[in-house]
């Protein structure tokens, strides 16, 4: 069981916004605002997508956009191309004792 | 550009000792940019935390592996490495070498991953 928790499956539509969710404690995200989204294609490594809750590397397009409320944070994609379609992980820093913490991923479709 | 490369055996027999290393170029493994890290995938599922190391030497464990895994630098050759203990079928995982910012708090640099089957 992942430490934190996201749902397995999402799906839109291209052109169509999509939000994924990433839920922990006051322990990781509720205490730290050091959350990252990683998006990884089929046999691919995993690429970061969005750092320190809302930051995007250079690179990433700004159709990806990251926040958090409490312990929740949220990854949001915005007009939906069929590349996006990919498992999505969020991690947070957890202190010294936990360090790192995973979701379990979700799998966005694009219908 | 950093660039990271695992290596190390495919097949470990359960009860062993799972090592692996990972080659860096770009950077030396010595500086203070990076933590040096290992992810691992079992197949089909989500992405673990094992272990890293910093240049001090100083080391963070998934407690839950804490008491099997051992992270290290080898300096001499820009490398850092992992060894796994008493190895079951629940270890059969890609295992990836990764780059940890420690400012940002992200994993940056992924090495492309070795995939590791525990059997007899």
């Known amino acids: 069981q992942s430490a934190l928790t996201q749902p397995p499956s999402a799906s839109g539509s291209p052109g169509q916004s999509v939000t994924i969710s990433c839920t922990g404690t006051s322990n990781d995200i509720g205490a730290y605002n050091y959350v990252s989204w990683y998006q990884q294609h089929p046999g691919k490594a995993p690429k970061v997508i969005i750092y320190?809750?809302?930051e995007r590397p250079s690179g990433v397009p700004d159709r990806f956009s990251g926040s958090k409320s409490g312990n929740t944070a949220s990854l949001t994609v915005s007009g939906l191309q069929a590349e996006d379609e990919a498992n999505y992980y969020c991690?947070?820093?957890?202190?010294?004792?936990?360090?790192?913490?995973f979701g379990g991923g979700t799998k966005l479709t694009v219908l | 550009q950093l660039q990271l490369q695992e290596s190390g055996p495919g097949l470990v027999k359960p009860s062993e000792t799972l090592s692996l290393t990972c080659s860096v170029s770009?950077?030396?493994?010595?500086?203070?940019?990076?933590?040096w890290a290992w992810i691992r995938q079992p197949p089909g599922k989500g992405l673990e935390f094992i272990g890293s190391v910093f240049y001090t030497g100083s080391t963070y464990y998934n407690p839950s592996l804490k008491s099997r895994v051992t992270v290290s630098l080898d300096t001499s050759k820009n490398q850092f490495s992992l060894k796994l203990s008493s190895v079951t079928a629940a270890d059969t995982a890609v295992y990836s070498c990764?780059?940890?910012?420690?400012?940002?708090?992200?994993?940056?640099?992924w090495g492309q991953g070795t995939l590791v089957t525990v059997s007899s």
């Open positions: 990764v780059s940890w910012n420690p400012v940002f708090f992200y994993f940056g640099y």
């Open positions: 770009g950077d030396s493994v010595s500086s203070s940019t990076y933590y």
């Open positions: 320190e809750v809302s």
């Open positions: 991690s947070s820093y957890a202190g010294n004792y936990w360090h790192v913490v």
